[in-house]
């Protein structure tokens, strides 16, 4: 399988705090990959390095074999490699029709196509989306008078509204109610084999993630520890022994 | 006016005429109805005109501005420069102060003078903003706040040292030909009409460009940065482009305030930040920010107020002033327009579905 997403060998830190050190991944195209590891394993750092949100420090980072090590957040985003955020992130005093149509894709972009109104499609095609993660009967409210959950469904709705090649979820079901969660599970892997994103997934409700995942990679002090199946990780000591903090 | 309603199709509402075609007809009368006072109803414009182009920054693009005065200032001299230099030496003109001889222009001199000196203006407020913008829009926040001051402060500085244009003791604006009551009437009302059609004007540009693309991609970086550069917006760009469109605007009503004032002190006229430079930011606020009609409600009233208070209270003026916005501060946190919107939502073009009150 090619990659699509390749991290090769990327170490950074803050100060002498070493967040991650020679980490390497790959996710192929079309794959659901996960992202596990303590608190503090530097797995939010990893995913701020690959949408350049801050400069590695050595390795390297490839997306649709071209090289992004050195681009900046917005042009990464307008190749298509889009992330969410752990805090999630939405435009609050905007209404979710807004949130929606601002996040139709920059690619190609210019001053001159940004003066004018969106076409119609744009509006057919945010209601769709919102209706797809039960948010239709919002559309009109601000973004900030949602709640907390709703708000990390429309921050997906808007991440879909972007169409991205591929998506990196920060603790996607994080503060979301549990019968929701079966409800997104669902919705995540439908937009990969209907839309076929490329998901990559930080989580730490295990049963989402081995639900979810066709593969998995553990992260512990910033340095890769395992990589595997699921059933594999779930049983690996290496793993246990992290989370339950066996040195 | 909401992106809702404009990601509908939008367009110009009825509404909107009527208020357009209401407004324009009290605005076209005021000045033969109340000769007494054309210069405080030209000023009024300026006003409406400084409050619009701060909130696009302040309200729309969620940077404060308190360096807006600088593209009108440079307006304001650059047109002076225009209307006087090529007529006269401008290095003796301005030395010689206001004990020098009135500069007498023909009409032909003189409006082959302001045209000129108004596409000028709007030049510089433009270009300005440009260069500025690539350097201090990269400061966020407070940082970008402090940043304008001092670039204001810095600004009327290189002006108030500057000989050519009199340095700080000033210089006089050439005067439209012709004396007499009659022709002092004719003078004050051709700037009513340039400023109303500029007010017009700028809040016709800003209403279209609020509804576009572009607009959405403001508020977006206003609401959350960070999102917006995530998703892909070309945040700086963005940035950059809508404090240029507030540098042009601003840059021609300088030019038109230096003509209806005449006198122009670096300080007190052109590059007046703690008066003009503040009471921008006021009425934007006032009215609420962020919203189409706030920024004229707030100049209505904060004109209103001040002219009022400077005639029946002067020397309590200030107080009376700070004692109106600490009242509105208090009371309408969210302005004007933010106390309508939270009252009735319907009447703004919010939109509350049925289903969506079940729903919550």
Redesign the interface.
Known sequence: MTALLSVDRVSKSFGGVTANRDVSVNVGEGEIVGLIGPNGSGKTTLFNTIVGFHPVDSGSISFAGREITKLRVPRIARRGLLRTFQQTRIYPKMTCMENMAVSTPHRGARLTTMLRRHPPEVADKSEALLEFVGLYSKRFLRGGDLSFGQQKLLEFAMALMNEPRMLLLDEPTAGINPTLINGLIDRLKRANADLGITLFVIEHNMRVIMNLATRIYCLAHGQLLAEGPPEEIQNDQRVIDAYLGAE | M???A?????GASRRFIVFCLVFGAISIAAPFLFPAIVKQLSIFWVMVIVAYTWDTMGGQLGYNSFGNIVFFGAGLYLSAIVQIAPFTDMRAYTAAGEQGEALALTMGQYLGGLAPGLVAAALIGFALAIVFGFVILGLRGHYFAIGTLALGIFIAQIFANWEYVGAGSGLTMPDLPGRGRASDQTKSLVFYFLCFALAAVTILFLRW?Y????G??I??I???E??????????T??KV?AWSVSGFFLGICGALYGNIVRFVDPEETAFDGPGLGVWMVLMAVLGGK?SLWGPLIGAVLFHATKELLWTYLLGFQNIALGLLVIIIVVFFPEGIMGWIRSRWPQLVG????A??EV??
Do not use: Q
């Open positions: 909401t992106g809702a404009a990601l509908r199709g939008g460009l509804s576009t693309r572009f959405l991609a508020n977006a206003r609401d959350d960070d999102k917006a550069e995530a998703m892909g917006i070309a945040t760009v963005y482009a962020g919010e939109r509350v579905d289903t969506a729903a919550r």
